[in-house]
């Protein structure tokens, strides 16, 4: 919608600003009135990605590329910061025996399958694009954190630590697939076997996907000293451990990359509706108010609101719910509000946001930090 339209939706974020029912409600029959429109989106490129490639087998699911059949548009323009990135992963990564046969392997928790899709995704796409074959593994729950606990107490790599971690029975089984010409993804906050990984000469990568503006200690973590490279879904979260954990980048010798989340061309789709006509359909937030501040944000936002005009969803956690959400029960419109919203300009931009837009969503968010949000101007109704 245009900007002048939209401009009643930012009294929605207004921090501690007293609004009457009224006037809000006006000020957002005129925005619905005026007509709502999708966010613009770009999938160029990823044509040639399909699901249907993925087989299933067991705790993995393993894609095999032959190819790309069509490739992003345009090529891309190259600054100093990035020759120097370029000639950084070279020397890096020349040190390790990696080839074009060489295997990514993506490791995720099962409990987080749904929640971290979309950078397992964007992950995939690079991959098909750049015609290297990649398998992802799905580490069980099943007595997870006793054994990571166990593997990282072992600091000579010996003795019950190596049974643990790469027994039949146990949630690292899959890294015996894992080859020292091979590279590595692990992708989350949770516990992992670092150490006992990088001793065996692989190349290591962790994407990282904490809003670090929010943490305390993040220079602690263990993928510091043993990983690679460091990903982020956040170019603010790039600048804040770039200037906080300097000593240890350099220390260790750590790449650190900013990795967007990809548009999802095999997304479900919504279409918006006036939640006016459709009263069982809400606009939506799709988090948890339970983190941090969000609930003293939610209670601010609503209160001036129609009852039932917005919903908070925290029960939507595969792609079946998801897609039947999308597609039946949602208006179209989704609300976005951080984990540190008192403090939205501090915030990073959270990888959902390219999640809604694949899904066609409408997305009015809080403001977030300049160096995320210029990443979707245009695309997402800051306000």
């Known amino acids: 919608a245009g900007d002048s339209h939209v401009a ?51 705790e993995e699911d393993t894609i095999s590329v032959q190819g790309p059949t069509a490739y992003p548009t345009g090529m891309p323009t190259y600054s100093a910061t990035t020759e120097t990135l370029l ?18 392997h993506i490791f995720i928790r099962e409990k987080h399958i749904y929640m971290y899709n979309p950078m397992v995704v964007t992950v995939a796409h690079g991959a098909y694009l750049s015609r290297i074959k990649y398998q992802i593994h799905h580490i069980p729950e099943q007595n997870y954190t006793q054994i990571c606990n166990i593997i990282q107490q072992d600091q000579t790599g010996m003795g019950d630590a190596v049974k643990l971690l790469y027994a039949h029975n146990t949630p690292f089984a899959a890294l015996k697939k894992v080859d020292v010409s091979d590279l590595l993804i692990f992708l989350g906050p949770d516990p992992f076997p670092w150490k006992a990984v990088a001793d065996r000469g692989i190349y290591i990568i962790h994407f990282q996907l904490e809003p670090l503006s929010l943490l305390e200690d993040f220079c602690k973590i263990q993928s510091l000293k043993y990983a690679d490279e460091i990903w982020h879904y956040s170019k603010l979260n790039v600048d804040i451990m770039s200037n906080s954990c300097k000593e240890s980048l350099d220390k260790w010798d750590i790449i650190q990359r900013f990795v967007p989340v990809s548009y999802d061309a095999n997304s479900p789709k919504s279409t918006q509706k006036n939640v006016f006509d459709h009263s069982k359909r809400k606009i939506t937030f799709l988090g948890g108010l339970q983190f941090n501040e969000r609930r003293e944000c939610w209670e601010k936002m609503t209160s001036s609101l129609p009852r039932g005009l ?12 998801f897609s039947y959400f999308i597609q039946e029960k949602s208006c179209g419109i989704f609300l976005n509000l951080h984990k540190g919203c008192l403090e939205a300009l501090e915030q990073p931009a959270e990888p959902r946001l390219s999640q809604l837009l694949s899904a066609k969503g409408l997305v009015i968010s809080q403001p977030c930090h300049r160096v995320d949000q210029s990443i979707y101007d245009g695309l997402v109704d800051f306000v």
Request: charged share 30%; aromatic share 12%; with cysteine.
């Open 310 to 321: 917005c919903e908070a969803r925290y029960d939507i956690f595969t792609d079946q719910s």
């Open 8 to 58: 009643g939706m930012a009294y929605l974020f207004a921090k501690r600003r007293e609004l009457t029912g009224a006037f809000l409600l006006l000020m957002l029959l005129l925005w619905l009135n005026h007509g709502i429109h999708s966010s613009k989106l770009r999938k160029e490129g990823w044509e040639g990605f399909n699901e249907e490639d993925i087989e299933e087998d067991g």
């Open 87 to 104: 000639e950084n992963t070279r020397d890096r990564r020349g040190r390790f025996n990696i080839s074009q046969d060489s295997i990514l």
